[in-house]
């Protein structure tokens, strides 16, 4: 069953609409309605990428092994997308609910600007 905060695997597509790779991302919130549709964020290992609105996750933080994450990682909040749940390939961890309200809290305001 897919929930808010999981750290899923999903192949993450490019700008470009070239197939991506399998790489984590965060369930950020069902969306309303009948149908199994999630918007999520990716995630990457990829530090240098990370801009003012994204969340790092590092070793030594509370909820970073409940994780599963391997290595210290960036939330990029701005890398949205919005997927049908069969298209996740499982769960490999859970974010605490504090750092999943600061990423929602992050994509609003970027949002409303």
């Known amino acids: 069953m897919i929930e808010e905060g ?3 695997l999903f192949r993450f597509p490019q700008t ?7 790489r984590p991302a965060l369930v950020v919130r069902k969306l309303p309605g009948n149908y ?3 918007l999520i964020c990716m995630i ?3 530090l240098f990428q990370s801009m003012e609105i ?6 030594g933080d509370t909820d970073f092994e409940d994780s599963g994450l391997k290595v210290t990682s960036v939330i990029r909040s701005a890398r949205l997308a919005v997927v049908e749940g069969k ?3 499982g ?11 600061r990423v929602k809290n992050k994509i609003a305001d970027w949002i409303l600007g």
């Not at 470009?16 to 399998?22: A, E, L, S, T, V």
């Not at 994204?54 to 070793?59: G, S, T, W, Y």
């Open 16 to 22: 470009d609409f070239q197939p991506g790779k399998i």
């Open 6 to 8: 999981q750290i899923v």
């Open 54 to 59: 994204d969340e790092i996750v590092k070793p």
């Open 91 to 101: 769960a490999i961890g859970k974010i605490s609910e504090e750092r999943l309200n």
């Open 87 to 89: 298209m996740l390939e």
């Open 44 to 46: 990457s290992s990829r």
């Open 36 to 38: 199994d549709d999630w």
